[in-house]
């Protein structure tokens, strides 16, 4: 967009329609909540973590996948309707619903290089909890032989020229010594990326460690740990890792890390969501089997969103990238419900109300209390301060046996060992609420509400909650998105802005909120709508993302008194100010083929800045533009100053979201 289309955008375009008037008084009416901006992170969905945000780069490191669900680099997108199907289904006494079958000859994607034979080896494991090791045989009648594994990732590896790669295996020698050649390969074959030295191989099960640094790019490389030599080979390996160089904190993929960063998250809620449930006790997430050394967590099928996960991303790497996103975690706690399933009986679930227990000494626990030393042992000595717990995940069942007396029990609990601990509990999604422990005298901090709507009836949902009853539990929107239909425009984000603003406006009762959900691998969907989009180079946000930092930007610390007239349904506005920055901000969002001018009358205010900040969500092309891989930033915001006083007029584009910051002093 150039400069004078920016400038038409802000200070008015021939032929608008005028008459919107915003009169804000300064009158003080309720105190913002700091987290109302927060982020939800369904730590596994559409490979959003191994395969995205953890920044692992082998796919089945561990060799426990057995072929069991989405294998990366082999299979692709996911129907969600089939999906769902699946996980009605039950395919072997034992297993979960949904679960498949392991299939104990099935290494994908590893494959063999040169003379190699590849097959999994459950005989003779260096850990217990995972038993799946990889043999490696070959036999050498003609040398110079080579022989080895390649792994190809999760849809490539990203191999970027001068980068560094960090390798950790474990190995076991049955015949050698053997000299391993770890490298990087390029789509075409080429060797891209090396050691300085050959990792020499001998004796039993032994941890190796190596530099690889890349000499070309390539965002569909391939791992190989390769013999060549004059002899024949016999090894086992496991739990094969590569990192790269710049992961945040030796974890975290950069650049997804940095657009969450950019987001500014109030906490994180994390891990699930439907990931926190699963479909039966062998799939649900347990924390405490992910933690401890990554190669030794036995993983778990993901039967929510049909892929098997090594639980990388696991409770201390949450705990983790909360901490390095200068925010805090909201964990979310089982309560003995699964998808589809009754609840497991009260008198069996007090083990759930230890795990939360435990869970928060895990967290915060002195290094003299058993997990308060793991997490120590783990590498972090200081408490991480978790002051935020969800207990359970759109929870359907509300007789006294079921969500209420596990809420009860697991609360018990957690209350007993620290009153202070804010619980959010489940709240509306759709079914019934009767019987729901927040409204049958149960404490409850907060409750959590989801709304997954069109783009039309999203844009209408901006005075939701002004009939809210105020006697009812604060409310947490920790599901939201205009996904139906999968419009991923500007006209969508529009929509959720009006949606948002009107938390604003209830500020008094809406004390959080977060979209959902955060990433998407683009090869590898099983949820199309979805926050922030990648492959194994590339990245773009959906204009919501944009649309959902200016308001975090532009949110004040209290709401102000205000009056909004001329507008059609399809607009709303909100004002505040923020006491931090002496500022009063104002957000408008339109939803409407049309734009219109605002006029502003600030009142009561002894000093007004000469000019104020206009930060404009809006495109050339209409409702439906879209930010992609090619081009990222189709739709982003622009920045301007205008002329600032207690009386002012900023012009409201069609299909846009508007934030203006006026400094109240010169």
Known sequence: ITMAARLLLLFGVLGLAKGLQLSVSNQRT??????????????????????????????????????????????????????????????????????????????RPWTAVGLARLAINSTMPVFPTNPSTLSVTSTCMTPPC????????YWGIHVRAGMTYNLSFYARVLRGPVSLQPRLVSSSGEIIAHTAHSVVLQGGWAHYTAILTASATDPQGSFELVSIGTTSINILLEGVSLFPGDAVAGLFRRDLFEAVQAMRPGFVRCPGGNYL?????????????????????????????????TDGMGLYEQLLLTEALG????????????????????????IFAQDAVDLLEFANGPDWSPYGAVRVASGHAAPFGLSRLEVGNEERLMQPNDYPGHYALITKALWSVDPNITVVASGRWGPDITGNPCLTGQRCDAWDDHYYRRPDEMAAMGHQYDNYNRSW?????GEFAAAVDNHQTLGAAVAEAIFMIGFEVNGDKVVASSFAPLFRNVAAQQWAYDLINFDTARMYTLPSHSMQVMLHAAVPTHQLKFDFTGAPSTMIATAGVNEEDNTVVIKVANYAAHGDTLNIDLQGFETIGASAAVTVLTSSEGPGAVNTLDNPRAVAPTMQSIAAGKTMSVSIPAWSVVTLAVPLSA
């Not at 080579?146 to 990732?153: D, E, F, S, W, Y």
């Not at 479909?279 to 049909?306: C, F, L, M, V």
Request: proline share 9%; aromatic share 12%.
């Open 277 to 309: 449930e699963g479909t039966g006790p062998r799939t649900r997430w347990d924390w405490k089997s992910t933690i401890g050394p990554k190669e030794q967590r036995p993983g778990h099928y993901n039967s929510a969103w049909g892929y098997w996960v």
């Open 327 to 350: 925010t805090q975690a909201q964990l979310g706690v089982f309560t003995g419900y699964s998808m589809g399933q009754p609840y497991i009986p009260l008198d069996q679930s007090q």
């Open 473 to 477: 539990p604060d409310v947490f929107v």
């Open 146 to 153: 080579l022989a080895g594994v390649r792994n190809p990732g």
């Open 30 to 107: 309720f105190k913002m909540s700091p987290v109302m901006y927060s982020a939800f992170f369904e730590t596994e969905i559409n490979f959003g973590s191994e395969g995205g945000l953890y920044a692992e780069l082998i796919a089945n490191r561990d060799f426990e996948t057995l072929g069991r669900g989405t294998i990366p680099s082999i299979d692709r997108a996911q129907d969600p309707q089939k999906m769902a199907e699946a996980r009605r289904v039950q395919h072997a006494p034992g297993l979960d619903p949904g679960e498949p079958a392991a299939v104990p000859t099935d290494f």
